[in-house]
Structure formats: C-alpha cells, structure tokens
C-alpha cells in the first residue's frame, strides 16, 4: 500500500518547455488535488477532481491543465512553463468529504 | 487579505516546552479546521482535524477552535525534537474540496 505516489521527484525545465507531473493513489479515493507551494504562501489549490470523470479549477489554474485519467491516476500539465511556475508540486486525495486529504511526496519543479 | 493567516515563526523551544500555534481567519463559512505536520522535503501530514468550536485532544496534542474570534489554536505538550517541523492550519468552507492553507509555523525544539 504505497498511498499517494507522484513522479518524477524532481525536474528542470527551460521556459517554454513542456511537462506532465504524474499522481496516483491506491487507497480507492474519490477526489484528487493538485497544489503548489512557494515560501511564505502556504499551499494553494490548482486543480482538483472531485470524482472520476470531473476536473474544476481552484485557486491559481492559470498556465496549468489536467486529466483525472481513471480513479487512481489525476495528472498536471505544464503546457509552456515559466519561471513563476518554479514550486514543489503536491498531489493529494480523499475518500469521501467528511474525511481529510492525503498527501504525495511531491515534485520539485525548477524552471530556468 | 490572506483568507487564513499564520505567523511564519521560526519558533524556537526548549525539548519539553509547553508550544503553541495559532491561525486566524476571516471567512465565517469555514467549518472544519485541520493540522497538518510537515517535515523538510515530505509532503503534509494530518494532525488534527475538528469540526466547529471547542477542543480535541490526541495524546500530546490539542486542537482548539474558537470561530467567534476566527481563531484556532495548537498546542503540543511534552515538546519533543522529533516535533521539529513545519505546521500548517487548514480550513474548509461550504465546498468541501477547496482547502484553505495557512503559510505554515516553522517550529524548532531544541534537545
């Protein structure tokens, strides 16, 4: 039962690049999260999927896309990245709303 | 105007140190308030997680809640190095997949 698993830990991207950030759960949760973190700004909200099959904004989308490929699997997409985009990039999940959030080891993202 | 705020620390306490943290808020929709632990390099781990006012307490730690004021609290007794870390407050409001992080309190407990 490895919980939440995101890759890679770490990448370096150039501006402009591409890149996918993966996330997967095999504790059977209904919801995913995907957020990032800079110093002094705690974690923010980017996307989230409430179930399989729906994906909704959170707080800071812009610049970011995803797909909740099946139950387990709820990935992030950097389609051109910038160097606002530098962060640790979190995944999360939850079963159900009464219970609380579960969270990956996250990715290092550094964009030069 | 942050949604939560929380002072940043570091803060920086004797091994069997009486610690507190706290978060103020300033939405009167957040009805589920949450601890989360955080160690260099890993990703949160949830502490406490409480609905509405009053006080949960889990072996060294209690979670208190006062939505009057918009204020929670943490307290760790017995402080152990093993506490070192960074704690984050959380929040939720009427919907229920949008968390509201506070910045996070570097907490250091010295042996």
């Known amino acids: 039962n490895a919980g939440v698993t995101q890759t890679p830990k770490f990448q370096v991207l150039k501006t402009g690049q591409s890149m996918t950030l993966q996330c997967a759960q095999d504790m059977n949760h209904n919801s995913m999260y995907w957020y990032r973190q800079d110093p002094g700004m705690g974690l923010r909200l980017i996307y989230y999927?409430?179930?399989?099959?729906?994906?909704d904004k959170g707080e800071v989308p812009n610049g970011y896309n995803v797909s909740r490929l099946n139950k387990r699997e709820f990935s992030l997409r950097l389609e051109s990245a910038a160097p606002s985009q530098t962060s640790v990039y979190f995944c999360?999940?939850?079963?159900?709303?009464?219970?609380?959030?579960?969270f990956g080891p996250g990715t290092r993202l550094l964009v030069l | 105007q942050k949604e939560v705020e929380q002072d940043p620390g570091p803060l920086s306490v004797p091994e069997g140190a009486i610690v507190s943290l706290n978060c103020t808020y300033s939405n009167s929709a957040f009805q589920y308030f949450m601890w989360y632990r955080q160690y260099s390099r890993k990703g949160p781990e949830l502490l406490m997680y409480t609905y509405s006012s009053g006080n949960k307490e889990d072996g060294r730690f209690t979670a208190q809640v006062d939505k009057s004021s918009k204020y929670i609290s943490l307290f760790i007794r017995d402080s152990q190095p093993s506490d070192s870390a960074t704690y984050l407050c959380a929040m939720i409001g009427y919907n229920f997949n949008k968390f509201y992080f506070g910045s996070g309190t570097k907490l250091n407990v010295k042996p």
């Open positions: 999927s409430a179930s399989e099959g729906t994906t």
């Open positions: 999360a999940s939850r079963r159900r709303v009464e219970e609380t959030q579960y």
